[in-house]
């Protein structure tokens, strides 16, 4: 089991540049590709960023591309999403989702944490 846990949400202003982690425990971090998905009140939970388990490959919904930087750092076990230039349509929930890169149906999610885009 694989156990994750996101911060670093909040009230942002518009423009703001906040930093979410995700914190993972109970199994070898490295073995798990990680995800961000995020989730606006009323709407289905979407993909926002994807990173390789080794860091080496990122992906990005066209929404946030140029905008959200995900990276990891596998020595502290912890996968990040650096936010900049926000919008309110980005505010939703946002999710901390890891897929095990040996046994893809192993698919852990985090609790998720709050960013409310307002001025």
């Known amino acids: 089991q694989v156990q994750l846990v996101e911060s670093g949400g909040g009230l942002v202003q518009p423009g703001g540049s906040p930093r979410l982690s995700c914190a993972a425990s109970g199994d070898t971090f490295s073995k798990y590709n990680m995800r961000w998905y995020r989730q606006a009140p009323g709407k289905e939970r979407e993909l926002v960023a994807t990173?390789?388990?080794?860091?080496?490959?990122?992906n990005y919904d066209d929404s946030v591309k140029g905008r959200f930087t995900i990276s990891r750092d596998n020595a502290k076990n912890t996968v990040y999403l650096q936010m900049n230039s926000l919008k309110p349509e980005d505010t939703a929930v946002y999710f901390c989702?890891?897929?095990?890169?040996?046994?893809?149906?192993?698919?852990?999610w985090g609790q998720g944490t709050q960013v409310t885009v307002s001025s």
């Open positions: 990173i390789t388990s080794t860091g080496g490959s990122t």
């Open positions: 989702n890891a897929r095990n890169i040996y046994l893809l149906r192993n698919v852990y």
